[in-house]
């Protein structure tokens, strides 16, 4: 039984990395590489259902369009599945894109899928998170970044665009 205990325990620490020793990122350079662990694309819902991701699966095709070009702010999750704080941090950005519906464009790359993307940016260690608005990057976070942290970033640019109409409206 123990040895069955100890083997169970080697395969999670295997599979979750860092995050057993309470980090909150994981360097991809230490992820799995024998098999798909499959991906997250679905989230609970309050009422233990289980409803689509509000999160756009963004590519390396779709970047440009998608984030760069948006009009609205955009904010991406880079993760994995094998990250353990990468779940962390998609479910906290489900949480955001539902109650920011509407206001700004929230999505996922997955880095296993996108390693040149994620290259080009030069993150070294997931999850992460970028903020853009209008094309420029606002910030890029390492690590787990909570809600409220994603909110206050998000209701700034909001706001400051608020701020710049009031400003044209207010000249004309």
């Known amino acids: 039984?123990?040895?069955a205990i100890l083997t169970a325990l080697s395969l999670l620490s295997f599979l979750a990395g860092p995050a057993l020793a309470?980090?909150?990122s994981c360097d991809p350079a230490s992820a799995p590489v024998a098999?798909?662990?499959g991906s997250v694309v679905v989230s609970p819902s309050q009422e233990g259902e289980v409803k689509a991701s509000r999160l756009?699966?963004?590519t390396?095709?779709?970047f440009m369009a998608e984030v760069v070009n948006n009009k609205k702010p955009a904010i991406v999750e880079f993760g994995a599945v094998w990250c353990v704080p990468c779940h962390k941090q998609l479910a906290?950005?489900?949480t955001l894109a539902e109650a920011n519906e509407g206001k700004a464009m929230f999505g996922k790359i997955d880095v296993d899928e996108e390693k040149a993307l994620m290259e080009q940016l030069g993150l070294k260690g997931v999850p992460a998170?970028?903020?853009t608005n209008n094309g420029k990057v606002v910030e890029l976070l390492t690590g787990v970044t909570s809600q409220e942290e994603l909110q206050?970033?998000?209701d700034a640019i909001l706001n400051s665009a608020d701020d710049g109409e009031a400003d044209a409206n207010s000249e004309g």
């Open 1 to 3: 039984m123990r040895s």
């Open 22 to 24: 309470g980090e909150d």
């Open 35 to 37: 098999g798909d662990l």
């Open 56 to 58: 756009k699966t963004i």
């Open 60 to 62: 390396a095709e779709t």
């Open 92 to 94: 906290i950005l489900e």
């Open 129 to 131: 998170v970028l903020i």
């Open 152 to 154: 206050k970033k998000l």
